[in-house]
């Protein structure tokens, strides 16, 4: 075993204190009463008052959030849907065509995607809004989606689904009943990192946004250009610990599950012995 020598352990406290001590800083200043972010002057929760307070800020927020739970969910259903065919389809005609329009989105620059889409919108004469912020969210999240789904269905088991069909089920009942519910963590997943990528999403949004709809990125950015204020610090404290809170809970629901599923194991096995 290798042991966890000065330098190692050096090398991991700078990463960390890299990553993770603005973020401290950030939260600290956020309860900063002055106006200036670099100046404390005492601990105070009046910026998380006015940032409640303030409507364009809270219509931002509801904007990004129906943004992306739309564009997320169009992106989960035709990103399964492609994934299946991709898996399960086998050699067709297009077949190259099909599979590189789906992943181009991935290595595609976003300022390219952002524009693109803005000249077809433009070409097409429709407005600008949260429609067209929803189909460029699902085009470029529609890939992920399609990648995570399609590492799974390639080690789905196919005899499954194969009895389901013997004992009288469609081809359809047969996906609904058994293939979705077995490959629901992978399309669970895929959905929460659309979710992830639309709302922190700000080329694409401010190429094919409009004036009625403003994205909480595209704010943030638009106030930190005048100067940074401490509601953006109190606004990015709430979405730190929102992260956080996501995370844990995650965490102790997967430990959890293994400890379930190892305690049925160890129960069958002396129930066999």
């Known amino acids: ?34 106006k200036l972010v670099t100046v404390w002057a005492g601990f105070s929760t009046r910026w998380y008052v006015e940032l409640f307070q303030d409507q364009e800020f809270l219509d931002a927020a509801w904007v990004t ?11 989960t259903v035709l990103g399964t ?29 976003e300022v390219i995607t952002g524009l693109s889409l803005l000249l077809l919108f433009i070409g097409i004469g429709l407005d600008r809004g949260i429609f067209t912020i929803v189909l460029a969210h699902t085009t470029f999240s529609m890939c992920y989606v399609s990648v995570v789904v399609s590492s799974r269905l390639a080690t789905f088991d196919r005899s499954l689904e194969e009895a389901a069909l013997d004992l009288g089920c469609s081809p359809f009942q047969a996906f609904r009943l058994v293939t979705l519910p077995i490959i629901a963590p992978a399309v669970i997943s ?65 430990k959890r599950a293994a400890v379930t599923q190892a305690r049925d194991e160890q129960a069958a096995v002396r129930a066999t012995g």
Do not use: C, E, H
């Not at 959030?65 to 992106?75: D, G, K, L, Q, Y």
């Not at 979710?195 to 909480?216: E, H, N, Q, R």
């Open 1 to 34: 075993m290798r042991r966890f020598s000065w330098f190692n352990a050096t090398s991991l406290t700078l990463g960390f204190a890299f990553l993770y001590l603005p973020m401290v800083i950030l939260v600290i200043y956020s309860f900063n009463a002055s």
């Open 65 to 75: 959030v129906r943004v992306a739970v739309f564009s997320s969910t169009i992106a």
């Open 81 to 109: 849907m492609a994934a299946s065919v991709l898996v399960r389809a086998g050699r067709f005609r297009g077949r190259t065509l099909f599979s590189g329009m789906i992943y181009a989105p991935l290595v595609m620059p």
């Open 190 to 254: 895929g959905w929460l990192l659309a979710f992830t990528l639309s709302l922190d999403d700000l080329v694409i949004a401010s190429f094919t946004t409009g004036p009625s709809a403003t994205t909480l990125p595209i704010k943030i950015f638009s106030a930190v250009r005048l100067g940074v204020s401490p509601q953006i610090n109190a606004l990015s404290t709430i979405m730190i610990a929102i992260v956080a809170v996501g995370v844990i809970t995650a965490s102790l629901i997967t």
